[in-house]
């Protein structure tokens, strides 16, 4: 007879290491990604309603087209203002989407949609995906398991 050892149970064995695993890596990794992702979006859309050719009907049609445009156009063009990085992203939004402000100045209405069906797909994931991989580490977070800590 062995004393000392027990049987371990498979399934609580992997609840410990994936909590372990999540608590480590995911939970970081996706807060990372997310804050990066934001950061794109935000000196895209930014630097988008900084160019001359475009900015005031982006900024204009931006609330009429999505919330979260509207947002990143107003934050990103806020902060690219104070920390004056508004000509370089005015020059990286024209060089993603300078060929279509032409079909946009033509017509103002749809310029947006237009835009956005247009966009390389870095774009559009990190228009999406910034605020849920934020979202999804913070709940990760929440739900990540706690250690009981006792005194005495």
Request: hydrophobic share 45%; net charge positive.
């Amino acid at each position: 007879m062995q004393h000392g050892w027990k049987p371990v149970c498979y399934k609580t064995a992997m609840n410990q290491k994936g909590g372990m695993l999540m608590k480590r890596v995911w939970v970081p990794l996706c807060l990372i990604l997310g804050f990066v992702m934001l950061a794109h979006s935000l000196y895209f859309w930014g630097g988008l309603a900084s160019t001359e050719e475009v900015g005031s009907l982006v900024r204009e049609r931006a609330s009429t087209f999505s919330f979260i445009a509207w947002c990143y156009i107003t934050a990103g063009q806020g902060l690219l203002d104070m920390s004056g990085y508004q000509e370089s992203a005015a020059l990286y939004a024209q060089g993603q989407v300078g060929s279509l402000f032409a079909t946009m100045n033509e017509n103002a209405y749809t310029a947006l949609s237009h835009l956005f069906k247009e966009v390389p797909a870095i774009i559009k994931v990190s228009y999406y995906g910034g605020p849920l991989m934020i979202l999804f580490g913070a709940f990760a977070h929440l739900r990540k398991p706690k250690p009981f800590k006792t005194f005495g």
